[in-house]
Nanobody, 111 residues
């Protein structure tokens, strides 16, 4: 059974940092496309950062140079380092691996 568990969300002031983690089980982690997306109330879902099956990294323009996606294949874990956070980054953040998604973790950035 595939399971993705996000953690690391919380409340932070603008300009602060958070690191999200996504622990995967039941799925081959290393060779699948994976990434993070977010959903804010009243807004469309936004693909934030991705790692292709070939290891290519891609970021949304809104987070470029502030967020960094990484993974530890040995631990079947993916990370999203978020720096210089802004109130508009407030959302529920979800990780995905191939077509499987997690339950999400709330990130709230206060001004």
């Amino acid at each position: 059974q595939v399971q993705l568990v996000e953690s690391g969300g919380g409340l932070v002031q603008a300009g602060g940092s958070l690191r999200l983690s996504c622990a995967a089980s039941g799925i081959t982690f290393s060779n699948n496309a994976k990434g993070w997306y977010r959903q804010a109330p009243g807004k469309q879902r936004e693909l934030v950062a991705t790692i292709s099956s070939g290891g290519y990294l891609k970021y949304a323009d809104s987070v470029k140079d502030r967020f960094t996606i990484s993974r530890d294949n040995a631990k079947n874990t993916m990370y999203l380092q978020m720096n210089s956070l802004k109130p508009e980054d407030t959302a529920v953040y979800y990780c995905y691996v191939f077509t499987c998604g997690g339950q999400g973790t709330q990130v709230t950035v206060s001004s």
